[in-house]
């Protein structure tokens, strides 16, 4: 049984193997990220890079390419490659934007209804505290408001069963 091609696809029995211009790609951008080639720095010629990695020189133009969309060299006809001076640019896939275009407007979504919730929510306190102040025992507000028992022993436990003090229109009764 033979090796597999340098370049190949599959591993024998060790599942996927990035290319030659991957492989040489990420030793590069290694070099590049422990800074062994500083920003504006020319990388080897093409030719040296082939000769290294004993691939032709148009493996090594791949992975120039990758490199260079990801932004981490810069490459221009007739010229050798330098680091980037800049950011590295990297661009999302489609997939990827798509996610983030649900993804924004879910949490859009959720602001709203969590804005929803809070402002019924203060309604509901407001409605509670005026029924309470008219007279009500929170024991009757939760029973007419439908609140289950155990909420409503929770309520009673901390002492908020108590009619308030009569004032206002309620002691005018």
């Not at 290319?19 to 800074?35: E, F, K, N, P, S």
């Not at 504006?40 to 990388?43: A, P, Q, T």
């Not at 493996?59 to 990758?66: E, N, S």
């Not at 009500?136 to 507000?141: E, G, K, L, P």
């Given at each position: 049984?033979s090796?597999?091609?340098a370049?190949s ?5 060790s599942g996927?193997r ?21 920003p504006?720095?020319?990388?080897p010629?093409?030719?040296d890079l ?8 148009n ?8 490199l ?5 060299i ?17 661009r ?9 275009k649900?993804?924004?407007a879910t949490?859009a979504?959720?602001k ?8 019924l929510?203060g ?12 007279g ?6 939760g ?6 028992r155990?909420r ?22």
């Open positions: 049984m090796e597999p091609a370049g696809e599959k591993a024998s029995g996927p990035p290319t030659m211009r991957y492989r040489i790609a990420d030793a590069l951008r290694a070099q590049i990220v422990a800074g062994d080639f500083a504006g720095e020319e990388l010629s093409m030719r082939a000769e290294q990695w004993q691939v032709v020189p493996t090594v133009a791949a992975a120039f390419d990758v260079n969309t990801e932004g981490l810069m490459t221009a006809a007739g010229h050798r490659a330098r680091v980037a001076t800049g950011r590295p640019r990297t999302p896939s489609r997939e990827v934007t798509q996610r983030l649900e993804l924004r949490e979504g959720i709203a209804a969590q804005a929803r919730i809070s402002e929510a309604r509901r306190r407001a409605l509670i505290a005026g029924l309470h102040e008219s009500m025992t929170y024991a009757d507000i029973v007419a408001a439908g609140i289950t155990i409503l022993s929770q309520i009673v436990a901390a002492g908020l069963d108590e009619k308030p003090a009569a004032t206002g229109r309620a002691a005018a009764r």
